[in-house]
């Protein structure tokens, strides 16, 4: 590792540097030319997002192209023949089609039932190319594992994407921390640091135009990308970067990691699906009760919303190493850390949940009727006119 940082770490940090510098400037330009694209916010994506104001959903194609220019870098730099490798051309297949399909979705609003499809032929194409979550001896259920991985994680990405810079911040966090523990573990392959220092980069420099109050969106374009590339990694990194577990039906402290990682998308999805579906509602149609809506209806202004999720990825990024250096000596104790920490943050967030409840509940006007026999008592017990009963507060 020491020979890593003297003589790649210049190297690396050069490209995550020109790769920030690359996509302020080319979402600027697109937000230049943003009128003549046509990839506006739709009016079903105002009722998504916290704010009403319509902005460019260019974002997500900076993404792509920075990422190809660096999939191009990372085969140069590495000298690593891609052909050989099958696990790099899925992950470029498998990215490109998550791209192109948030982009029709963005252009065309995709049909659900299309969408969902294409991201399991996502998930597929990753599976077969090598790129898999080995966390059982049993092929089968590392099978359906790593496509509900791949899929929630695609749609998570997205449903997080509803206030200025979240999703940013939330993906810039996940990547730092798989390539942080990429290069501890010592398992550093060149040509998927570049590629993360690539997407690192491309990710700050969005960003600087994304945060609040935020000038262009990524779309669904960016979000389905970052959700097959951010599935993919941890799929190698995070995952299995203990080494595929061929002696037990299913190693549950493989867990650990991504739940760490990926705290934030996984706990905004799981309460959002359960409080629509409690509801009645189906859990993929947006709506303002989001972990961020909430934080704001709790009392937070938006950039104070960013700097919460800030602060909670870099909390979670020093736990997932702490875990990470010290799972085989402890995985017991490693995993039942994982899941407390979990279960606290999730727990602290229900309870905002519920104080906004109590906040619209008492805020809510009074629609009960007062009955003629409540009338009479009132004078009765009021001594006083009709006007007091107009005056008085009922309770209910």
Same mark, same amino acid.
């Given at each position: 590792?020491?020979?890593?940082?003297?003589?790649?770490?210049?190297?690396?940090?050069?490209?995550?540097?020109?790769?920030?510098?690359?996509?302020?400037?080319?979402?600027?330009?697109?937000?230049?030319?943003?009128?003549?694209?046509?990839?506006?916010?739709?009016?079903?994506?105002?009722?998504?997002?916290?704010?009403?104001?319509?902005?460019?959903?260019?974002?997500?194609?900076? =993404?792509?192209?920075?990422?190809?220019?660096?999939?191009?870098?990372?085969?140069? $730099?590495?000298?690593?023949? *891609?052909?050989?490798?099958?696990?790099?051309?899925?992950?470029?297949?498998?990215?490109?089609?998550?791209?192109?399909?948030?982009?029709?979705?963005?252009?065309?609003?995709?049909?659900?039932?299309?969408?969902?499809?294409?991201?399991?032929?996502?998930?597929?194409?990753?599976?077969?190319?090598?790129?898999?979550?080995?966390?059982?001896?049993?092929?089968?259920?590392?099978?359906?594992?790593?496509?509900?991985?791949?899929?929630?994680?695609?749609?998570?990405?997205?449903?997080?994407?509803?206030?200025?810079?979240?999703?940013?911040?939330?993906?810039?966090?996940?990547?730092?921390?798989?390539? +942080?523990?990429?290069?501890?573990?010592?398992?550093?392959?060149?040509?998927?640091? $570049?590629?993360?220092?690539?997407? +690192?980069?491309?990710?700050?420099?969005?960003?600087?135009?994304?945060?609040?109050?935020?000038?262009?969106?990524?779309?669904?374009?960016?979000?389905?990308?970052?959700?097959? =590339?951010?599935?993919?990694?941890?799929?190698?990194?995070?995952?299995?970067?203990?080494?595929?577990?061929?002696?037990?039906?299913?190693?549950?402290?493989?867990?650990?990691?991504?739940?760490?990682?990926?705290?934030?998308?996984?706990?905004?999805?799981?309460?959002?699906?359960?409080?629509? +579906?409690?509801?009645?509602?189906?859990?993929?149609?947006?709506?303002?009760?989001?972990?961020?809506?909430?934080?704001?209806?709790?009392?937070?202004?938006?950039?104070?919303?960013?700097?919460?999720?800030?602060? $909670?990825?870099?909390?979670?990024?020093?736990?997932? *190493?702490?875990?990470?250096?010290?799972?085989?000596?402890?995985?017991?104790?490693?995993?039942?850390?994982?899941?407390?920490?979990?279960?606290?943050?999730?727990?602290?967030?229900?309870?905002?949940?519920?104080?906004?409840?109590?906040?619209?509940?008492?805020?809510?006007?009074?629609?009960?009727? +007062?009955?003629? *026999?409540?009338?009479?008592?009132?004078?009765?017990?009021?001594?006083?006119?009709?006007?007091?009963?107009?005056?008085?507060?009922?309770?209910?």
């Amino acid at each position: 590792m020491t020979e890593f940082f003297t003589n790649q770490l210049f190297v690396y940090g050069s490209i995550l540097t020109l790769a920030a510098i690359l996509s302020f400037v080319f979402n600027k330009w697109l937000l230049t030319r943003s009128a003549n694209l046509g990839f506006k916010d739709s009016n079903e994506n105002r009722l998504i997002r916290w704010t009403s104001e319509t902005k460019p959903l260019v974002g997500g194609i900076s =993404f792509f192209l920075l990422f190809t220019i660096g999939f191009i870098a990372a085969t140069v $730099i590495s000298g690593e023949d *891609i052909l050989a490798n099958p696990s790099y051309i899925g992950l470029y297949v498998s990215t490109a089609l998550a791209f192109l399909i948030g982009l029709t979705d963005d252009v065309y609003e995709l049909n659900p039932f299309l969408k969902f499809m294409g991201q399991l032929v996502c998930a597929n194409i990753l599976y077969f190319s090598g790129i898999f979550i080995e966390i059982s001896s049993l092929t089968e259920i590392n099978y359906v594992i790593s496509l509900l991985w791949v899929v929630g994680m695609m749609n998570s990405i997205n449903m997080l994407d509803n206030m200025d810079g979240i999703t940013g911040i939330t993906s810039t966090g996940v990547v730092i921390t798989t390539l +942080i523990i990429m290069v501890i573990s010592g398992v550093i392959s060149p040509f998927y640091f $570049i590629l993360m220092a690539g997407v +690192i980069g491309s990710l700050i420099g969005f960003l600087k135009l994304n945060w609040n109050p935020a000038k262009v969106y990524m779309g669904d374009a960016g979000s389905q990308f970052l959700g097959a =590339f951010l599935s993919a990694v941890s799929m190698l990194y995070l995952w299995n970067i203990y080494g595929a577990a061929n002696d037990q039906i299913i190693r549950w402290s493989q867990f650990a990691l991504p739940l760490i990682v990926f705290i934030l998308p996984i706990i905004d999805t799981i309460t959002v699906s359960i409080r629509r +579906i409690a509801r009645g509602q189906s859990p993929f149609v947006g709506g303002r009760d989001h972990t961020t809506h909430n934080l704001a209806i709790w009392g937070l202004k938006d950039y104070q919303v960013g700097l919460t999720f800030v602060a $909670i990825s870099v909390v979670s990024s020093f736990l997932a *190493i702490w875990i990470y250096n010290n799972m085989m000596l402890q995985p017991i104790s490693c995993t039942l850390l994982a899941l407390t920490y979990f279960l606290l943050l999730f727990g602290g967030i229900q309870m905002i949940y519920q104080l906004n409840q109590k906040k619209a509940e008492v805020a809510k006007p009074s629609t009960t009727k +007062i009955k003629p *026999i409540q009338v009479a008592l009132q004078r009765i017990e009021g001594g006083v006119g009709s006007r007091s009963v107009s005056n008085s507060k009922v309770k209910v």
